[in-house]
């Protein structure tokens, strides 16, 4: 057997150089290729040839005709590459003029862009430290956010980078190369200069190169073509396209007009479905017609994005569908049993009859009947041996002590037995009388303290006043209540003073019966007399202060008037005023006893005692208890069942998302028949949801999940609705279990629902082709149908009453009492109703997530009419711009569902006077947070024409559903 080497042997050097050819096509043009899946396909081709014909020549060395099987095989190898590239080839996803673009292309300047962003966010942080808390790391950073807002590359306002956008972007940068426009590498230097502040070195941009996987050549080139697709822009677009380009005055006066022109108007509303017709249905050619021409826009929006009121819409936004288990209130109500006459009166006597605990806290009031007024002694208090002395002679009356509560008062008049020689001098006391008389109360009953501890020093009346500033806090507090009593006690009796001596001395002795009552046989009076004098005449100090200060005689004159409430008193003893014992044990104390007993505090310093307000428990008390343990019992069994049907149904989600590979797995369908057979043996309530948008789930009377309430730490308020939670969960993401609540209010106060729900299907946004894609899509089509059948019908009848107000003077109530609707006999009535002032827009308020600071000024946006609830920007056109006082236009709703017929009644201004006052409050308020808002919806309205007249000029066209976004991940 021959060597498979002897064909090599005898044929060596024409192997040899084949072999060698082979190995430079490998190397050098192979070698260029990183990855074989991006071979160009001509190489492929080549290749394939060069393979094919090598193969064939060494077949045909052997028969003596290699250069025959040679080109055979090329061309068999040229067939096959040319097969694999027809094979291969990647449709188009965007057709235009000039050139269109796959699939691979597309994504490939998706990615571009991402990197260009990418780049100019990194790059504007460099050189910041990271973690750094300091206040000029953190002022580096915001300055940085500020350069990457300004400087990242897109042509809408989020700066999302969509398919749409990303060929806006190629769109401009063939328009630029038309024109000539070129970015050299020193402008793409300036640029990176610029957007990191200059502090971008040459290892810190190798750095993000390598993060970015990109060479340093492509980062460049990528750059360049970002750059210039945005200068491009700038010069296509109309100057005020740009954010940093300020608005005319006229501009703002607009605005300002718009917000502050007031009208009011009458107005009638013409349904157009008043005048459809149910015996006239389309046919099926007819919807899908009308489908074909506007299922590319939503409802009232361009295909482009731009609004435009009245156009019909079918694009179809996403749908979910979902499944939840619900606790329903009164279901659960009647399962937890009958309340009983027991456990009511056992409420009722919690609620209603508690028993207040009589004994007082410490330092509290004490009771009128109380026997004495404790006090917390104080420095100036702990005397034993004379607090025990007047304990004696409490006990010798003892039916005064058990009556009155000044005793304590009185008890401390004994001491001053002993210094009543020292006393004697009490003239210069009662010349300062009227020094007490100008200080407040509390100072002026501090003297009662003194003059019980002057005595133990045995000194001069200047220890006196240090003793009533250190019992002036609590002292005064029991004689002040006893003293207020009797003088308004008095006031009452007899408002006529007696006649009183003028001596000092005399005025001390007709004092000291107000006080002693209780110390009948103590000889002790004056002093006593003295100390309850002056609390007296502390009472109508604050009638006259500035008298008593000026005058020595006025002095003497508000003495009388202190000594008056003991003369008021001795009427009922006026046997002897001059005698001390005989007031004490007279009749007075036996009157001021009782009365003291009735308002120890004084007529003006207490209301009036009060009055029982416990309700009888009759039958609607009991009623309302019943409800009360009712609800409580459900509210709990509630809590109970949700949290174990919680607990059930999200032990079968983490049993679906183990995989089919687990031998645990649960599918959903599964899922859904053991949560069925859950609800029934739990009183529970399971639903399934149609497809819906989240806006029908927000709005649905027959579907409440989408009104709940789910607990979220990230929302501001601690809350936000279940609508709000699936709009921030991903989207494809099923069987993802959470608990919500809906709160419901009835007659006998607030209920609770309580939810487990998750979704179990989602449905993309698109475009439907037919008009049976789904249900809804037929539903909404033929809807529209009617209405523009009927829309004409409308208008009609509007202008026909329209021109029926013009040729009447008449209000229009009165005009239009007799017509109708539809102006058959059978229809309805119309309604006029009175819109009240209104303006073409208004501000309302933001709510502020912060309670100390004020609320922000909302959003502009147009004003809510009543009566015309639904209207839009061509009914405001008309009624501000088109119409004056005393014109009637016609005007309809945003949809064209409806046509009004309105009449305006006043605007304001109305005359050259009051416009130049409004002109004048306009040049004050000066620019407006209402003006930007305004001012940036009327540059977005610009720059969207321009894009879109450039798309068309170009005749750029999306295939194959390419409208899609890209996500950093992704890229």
Do not use: C
């Not at 822009?233 to 396209?241: E, G, K, M, N, T």
């Not at 009749?587 to 310093?605: F, Q, S, T």
């Not at 229009?812 to 009535?829: H, K, N, Q, R, W």
């Not at 073409?840 to 000024?857: D, H, I, K, R, V």
């Amino acid at each position: 057997m021959s060597s498979p080497f002897s064909l090599f042997r005898r044929h060596q050097r024409v192997l040899m150089v084949v072999t060698t050819g082979l190995a430079m096509i490998s190397f050098v043009l192979l070698g260029a290729i990183q990855d074989p899946r991006d071979m160009p396909m001509p190489l492929v081709v080549v290749f394939l040839a060069a393979i094919m014909g090598g193969i064939f020549w060494l077949a045909g060395l052997s028969r003596g005709k290699g250069a025959d099987w040679g080109l055979t095989g090329v061309v068999i190898g040229v067939a096959l590459g040319l097969a694999m590239i027809w094979a291969g080839r990647e449709p188009n996803a965007v057709t235009m003029e000039g050139g269109d673009l796959k699939s691979s292309e597309l994504n490939e300047l998706m990615q571009n862009r991402q990197i260009a962003n990418n780049f100019v966010q990194m790059a504007a942080r460099a050189g910041i430290p990271e973690n750094d808390e300091s206040e000029a790391a953190q002022q580096a950073l915001t300055e940085a956010g500020q350069r990457i807002q300004q400087n990242l590359f897109g042509f809408n306002r989020e700066r999302e980078i969509t398919s749409e956008d990303v060929v806006l972007g190629e769109v401009l940068r063939r328009e630029a190369t038309e024109m000539g426009m070129s970015i050299s590498d020193d402008v793409v230097k300036k640029f990176i200069t610029k957007i990191s502040g200059g502090k971008l070195t040459g290892p810190e941009f190798s750095k993000i190169r390598r993060t970015l996987r990109v060479s340093e050549t492509s980062l460049i080139e990528i750059l360049r073509e970002e750059i210039l697709s945005q200068e491009a822009a700038r010069l296509l677009s109309d100057p005020i396209l740009s954010s940093q380009t300020p608005l005319t005055p006229q501009n703002d006066w607009n605005f300002f007009q718009k917000l502050q022109v007031k009208q009011t108007a009458e107005l009638v509303s013409i349904p157009v479905s008043s005048f459809e017709s149910d015996s006239v249905e389309p046919t099926d050619e007819e919807l899908q017609a009308l489908l074909n021409q506007y299922n590319k826009n939503l409802p009232g929006f361009t295909p482009e994005g731009r609004p435009e009121e009245g156009r019909p819409g079918f694009y179809q936004m996403p749908k979910m569908e979902l499944a939840y288990l619900e606790a329903v209130f009164d279901d659960i109500k009647a399962t937890v049993g009958e309340v009983t006459d027991e456990e009511i009166q056992k409420r009722y006597e919690d609620e209603y009859l508690r028993e207040v605990p009589e004994a007082a806290p410490a330092g509290d009031m004490p009771s009128p009947g109380s026997s004495a007024i404790p006090a917390p002694a104080l420095p100036a208090r702990p005397q034993t041996p004379e607090a025990a002395a007047p304990a004696k002679s409490t006990e010798d009356s003892p039916s005064e002590k058990s009556e009155e509560k000044p005793a304590p008062v009185k008890e401390e008049a004994p001491p001053k037995e002993e210094p009543k020689k020292e006393t004697t001098p009490e003239e210069p006391k009662s010349e300062a009388a009227p020094k007490e008389e100008t200080k407040p109360e509390p100072a002026k009953e501090a003297p009662e303290a003194p003059k019980e501890e002057a005595p133990k020093e045995e000194t001069t009346s200047e220890p006196a006043d240090d003793e009533k500033s250190q019992s002036s806090i609590v002292t005064p507090l029991g004689k002040l209540q006893f003293v207020s009593l009797q003088d308004d006690e008095k006031k009452s009796e007899d408002p006529a003073p007696a006649e009183t001596p003028e001596d000092p001395a005399k005025e001390t002795e007709a004092k000291a019966p107000e006080a002693p009552a209780k110390e009948a046989p103590s000889p002790e009076a004056p002093a006593a007399k003295e100390a309850d004098a002056k609390p007296a005449k502390s009472l109508e100090a604050p009638a006259k202060p500035k008298a008593d200060a000026e005058q020595p005689a006025e002095t003497k004159k508000a003495e009388e008037k202190k000594a008056e409430p003991a003369k008021e008193e001795k009427p009922k003893a006026e046997d002897s005023p001059a005698e001390e014992k005989k007031p004490e044990a007279g009749d007075k104390p036996a009157e001021a006893k009782p009365e003291m007993k009735a308002n120890p505090l004084g007529d003006d310093d207490l209301p009036p005692a009060p009055e029982s307000n416990v309700p009888a428990l009759d039958d609607t008390l009991k009623a309302e208890l019943r409800e009360d343990i009712l609800r409580e019992r459900t509210h709990a069994k509630i809590t109970t069942l949700m949290d174990d049907a919680y607990a059930f149904v999200r032990d079968l989600s983490g049993k679906y998302r183990l995989g089919k590979i687990d031998e645990n797995y649960v599918s959903l369908e599964e899922a859904t028949k053991q949560i069925k057979k859950y609800a029934e043996e739990n009183n529970l309530e399971f639903i399934e949801t149609p497809f819906l948008t989240l806006n029908e789930l927000r709005t649905s009377e027959d579907y409440p999940i989408g009104s709940a309430f789910v607990q979220s730490f990230a929302a501001s308020r601690g809350l936000q609705t279940v609508v709000e939670q699936l709009q921030q969960s991903i989207p494809t993401m099923l069987f993802n279990v959470n608990q919500a609540r809906r709160f419901n209010f009835g007659d006998f106060g607030a209920s609770e629902s309580r939810f487990v729900y998750w979704k179990t299907g989602f449905k993309e946004a698109y475009s439907p082709e037919t008009i049976d894609d789904e249900p809804s899509v037929r539903e909404q089509v033929t809807k529209v149908w009617k209405q523009q059948q009927a829309g004409p019908a409308a208008l009609k009848r509007a202008e026909a009453l329209q021109k029926l107000l013009l040729k009447s003077d008449k209000p229009m109530a009165d005009a239009l009492a007799d017509e109708t609707v539809t102006g058959d006999p059978d229809s309805l009535f119309l309604t006029v109703r009175e819109t009240g002032e209104f303006t073409m827009l208004t501000e309302g308020a933001a709510q502020s997530t912060n309670p100390f600071q004020p609320q922000q000024p909302g959003m502009p946006r147009y004003s809510n009419i009543p009566g015309a609830e639904d209207v839009g920007e061509r009914f405001f056109n008309k009624v501000f711009e088109d119409m004056n006082v005393g014109d009637v236009g016609v005007a309809p709703n945003s949809d064209g569902s409806a046509y009004y017929l309105v009449r305006i009644k006043s605007r304001t201004p109305d005359s050259p006077e009051e416009v130049n006052e409004l002109r004048a409050d306009f040049l004050n308020q000066g620019q407006q947070f209402a003006y930007l808002f305004l001012g940036e919806q009327l540059r977005n309205e610009y720059a969207s024409n321009w894009a879109r007249d450039l798309m068309k000029k170009y005749d750029v066209q999306f295939l194959a559903n390419q409208r899609d976004s890209v996500s950093p991940e992704e890229s």
